[in-house]
């Protein structure tokens, strides 16, 4: 069929014409939008500029043909052949690519966001700044593509074939590459925010300078990847493989990786402000220093020398724990909750509510917190909703007197260094909680006064595994006394027998602060 009596019948209103041959034809900028031109042969045709939309070019062959500037928003290309077609600003947005074929062909600048591309095959492909934002990508093949500055905001990768694709540069911000091999993809200076890299190949994977922040990348496969300066912080990284991994100045600031396999990884000069730093495999690791500082600036370092990075790596997580002389029932629950609810709202120190483990005549909450230096003023704020707050606090309060008055003439500068911090955080912490509205925590507990009131044991464990114990009801454990005794004896031991019960000696808290892990700033 000819060209001119194509665009006739089209005229006329015709809209099938299924397996036509129109190979070499020249349609630039014709409209065919909404025709069925399946099964076509349009290889090495010219339809640069054309309104294909809507069209359905299932099966048709477009090999080596220009397609620049064309209008295929929603058509149907599914089992199409387009390989080495001319592709360069075409519009495929909301079109059906499945299986379709395009192999080595020019897409430079296309638009293909929303596309469904399940399968399609773009080996070499060259869609070097295109458009595939929530596009469908599962399935297909991108080996070897050119991908640079390309926009894949929200696109699904998932079981994708990436070998040595380049997407560097690229904006794959909340993209789905969950299990996809992506060893030796080039991700250099690419936007991964957001994404799905869970159980993701990404061996020997480039990621230089990448965009990590709040990705999962738990269970994934990192071993040998280039991570130098990449920004990890909030991101997911349980459970991966990091063996031999670069991760030289790269920002982990938050990052969640227990159970992550450090062996032979480079770390030197990572930010590594609130990061958990037990649970890991760091053999053979590489790491000279790091920076600790909040906003990773650089203002709080800590070098290491031979051997001391081990140390670092492998310390208890510091944590609270109260234990209290009473099972926690469903209302108590309650009323716990809405109490560390409201001290949160106007306490930041304690975001996190505590893990609870409850049972047959005890409860016990555990507070993990970030550092050691926070271990007193977290037990000082923690104990708020319970009668016992007083004494404990005051019995923290006259720990940290006894300490500094101790620390003057006994122990060395970095040590008194380090109690003058604490005694800092502690009076910091003490004038946030005068600010804290107790009549918002305490009408609740009123209903469940047999458990607020009940014995408590507050213990600290620092991060060398070290506990000490702050405060020890003496009525803890005595439940078969009658309630009247137990508050004269409550009473009695808060007036003159707490420190005798509560206060360990000097020595040992001396040595339970000496078990923390010293960050010295440089």
């Not at 997911?236 to 100045?249: E, F, G, P, R």
Request: net charge neutral.
């Amino acid at each position: 069929m000819e060209v001119e009596e194509l665009l006739k019948r089209y005229a006329a209103g015709e809209r099938e014409f299924t397996g036509i041959n129109l190979c070499e034809a020249n349609l630039s900028r014709v409209n065919l939008s909404g025709a069925n031109l399946s099964q076509a042969n349009m290889s090495i045709a010219n339809l640069s500029g054309a309104n294909l939309s809507g069209a359905n070019l299932s099966g048709t062959k477009l090999n080596v043909t220009r397609l620049s500037g064309a209008n295929l928003s929603k058509a149907k290309l599914n089992g199409a052949i387009l390989n080495v077609a001319n592709l360069v600003r075409a519009n495929l947005s909301d079109a059906e690519l499945i299986q379709a074929s395009l192999i080595r062909a020019e897409l430079i600048r296309a638009e293909l966001s929303r596309a469904n591309l399940i399968e399609a095959n773009l080996n070499a492909a060259d869609l070097r700044e295109s458009k595939l934002r929530q596009a469908n990508l599962s399935g297909a093949n991108l080996s070897e593509a050119d991908l640079r500055g390309a926009s894949l905001v929200g696109a699904n990768l998932e079981q994708a074939k990436l070998n040595q694709t380049d997407l560097s540069g690229a904006d794959l911000s909340g993209a789905n590459l969950s299990n996809t091999e992506l060893r030796h993809v080039n991700f250099n200076r690419a936007n991964l925010s957001g994404a799905d890299l869970s159980g993701a190949n990404l061996r020997w994977a480039a990621l230089s300078g990448a965009n990590l922040q709040w990705a999962n990348l738990s269970d994934a496969k990192l071993s040998g990847a280039n991570l130098i300066g990449a920004d990890l912080s909030n991101s997911n990284l349980l459970n991966a493989s990091l063996v031999h991994a670069d991760l030289t100045q790269a920002n982990l600031i938050r990052a969640e990786w227990m159970g992550a396999d450090l062996s032979g990884a480079t770390l030197t000069g990572a930010k590594l402000y609130g990061v958990s730093r037990f649970g890991l495999k760091t053999d053979g690791m590489i790491c000279e220093w790091v920076d600790v500082s909040p906003h990773g600036d650089h203002t709080q370092l800590h070098r290491f020398e031979p051997e001391d990075s081990k140390k670092f790596f492998n310390q208890t997580p510091p944590t609270v724990r109260i234990v209290i002389d009473a099972p926690l029932d469903q209302e108590a629950n309650f009323a716990l909750a809405n109490a560390y609810h409201q001290i949160a709202l106007q306490y930041s120190g304690l975001s996190q509510p505590p893990s609870i483990a409850v049972g047959y005549r005890r409860t016990v909450l555990t507070f993990r917190v970030e550092n050691d230096e926070q271990l007193f003023p977290t037990a000082y704020v923690a104990i708020l909703p319970f009668e016992n707050a007083a004494p404990t606090q005051r019995n923290i309060i006259t720990l940290i007197k006894q300490i500094r008055a101790h620390a003057t003439s006994h122990l060395s500068i970095p040590e008194l260094r380090r109690i003058q911090q604490l005694s800092t955080t502690l009076s910091q912490t003490l004038n946030q909680v005068h600010a804290i509205e107790l009549s918002k925590i305490f009408p609740t507990m009123e209903r469940r006064a047999s458990f607020f009131n009940a014995p408590t044991h507050t213990i600290l464990l620092n991060s060398s595994d070290q506990s000490l114990s702050v405060y020890h009801d003496p009525s803890f454990g005595k439940r078969f006394m009658n309630s009247a005794s137990t508050t004269n004896q409550k009473t009695s031991a808060d007036q003159g027998n707490s420190s005798q019960f509560a206060i360990p000696p000097l020595n040992i808290v001396v040595d339970f602060i000496r078990g923390f892990y010293s960050i010295e700033v440089q």
